[in-house]
Nanobody, 126 residues
Framework: QARLVESGGGSVQAGRSLRLSCAAS????????VAWFRRAPGEEREGVIE????????TVDDNVRGRFTISLDDNKGTVYLQMNSLKPADTAMYYC???????????????????WGQGTRVTVSS
């Protein structure tokens, strides 16, 4: 059974960086679609960034474009979310998710993902 575990969250000031990690057990990210979602306080969960590990296609939400990147370390079985130039609006619980096969339309669609982590909290202060 797939298990995803996020780490790396914390509290930072605006403008700083954080790197979140998502480690998988019982599952391999390679050749599948993996993404990060987030849920801000009082808001619905939204897609942040999605990575097709087969064709290396990355889909990025406009709110984080140019600031967030995603990468995969195949040897460690870990996906990373590098977050730069953080803003208070980035404050949220961040979730790693994965699904079999290609990433496809609709992109960053929460209901298409089967495997989820428990989340890691990010707080950005002004």
């Amino acid at each position: 059974q797939a298990r995803l575990v996020e780490s790396g969250g914390g509290s930072v000031q605006a403008g700083r960086s954080l790197r979140l990690s998502c480690a998988a057990s019982g599952y391999t990210f390679n050749e599948h679609c993996v993404a990060w979602f987030r849920r801000a306080p009082g808001e619905e969960r939204e897609g942040v960034i999605e990575f097709d590990t087969r064709n290396r296609l990355i889909t990025v939400d406009d709110n984080v474009r140019g600031r967030f990147t995603i990468s995969l370390d195949d040897n460690k079985g870990t996906v990373y979310l590098q977050m730069n130039s953080l803003k208070p609006a980035d404050t949220a619980m961040y979730y790693c998710a994965a699904k079999d096969g290609y990433c496809s339309f609709p992109y960053l669609a929460e209901n298409t993902y089967k495997n989820w982590g428990q989340g890691t909290r990010v707080t950005v202060s002004s």
